[in-house]
């Protein structure tokens, strides 16, 4: 069974930093893409930032230069560091990685998401 568990998320004042980590545990034979998303109260999810097994990177708009994503293949983590936080990012981020796993003796490819990890930027 595949999981994803997320943390580091929290409160912070504006202009602060805070680092997510999303660890992928389970029958993993490999990770594709990784990603980080958020949905806002009100709003849907909306994809942040996405990282290849290769180390390439992709940001929203939002993101972009302030946000850096990047992972651990060794430890089949992937981290979001958020410096520079607005108002406006205040959201629940989610882990997002699709993943080939082993089950029952078969390769098996599939996207799988955290549970999530409330982050609060304040004034």
């Known amino acids: 069974q595949v999981q994803l568990v997320e943390s580091g998320g929290g409160f912070m004042q504006a202009g602060g930093s805070l680092r997510l980590s999303c660890a992928a545990s389970?029958?993993?034979?490999?990770?594709?893409?990784m990603a980080w998303y958020r949905q806002a109260p009100g709003e849907q999810r909306e994809l942040v930032a996405t990282?290849?097994?290769?180390?390439?990177?992709n940001y929203a708009d939002s993101a972009k230069d302030r946000f850096s994503i990047s992972r651990d293949n060794a430890k089949n983590t992937v981290y979001l560091q958020m410096n520079s936080l607005k108002l406006e990012d205040t959201a629940v981020y989610y882990c997002?990685?699709?993943?080939?796993?082993?089950?029952?003796?078969?390769?098996?490819?599939?996207?799988?998401w955290g549970q999530g990890t409330q982050v609060t930027v304040s004034s």
């Open positions: 997002n990685a699709n993943i080939l796993s082993t089950k029952g003796g078969l390769y098996v490819g599939d996207d799988y």
């Open positions: 389970g029958n993993i034979v490999s990770i594709n893409v």
């Open positions: 990282i290849t097994s290769g180390g390439n990177t």
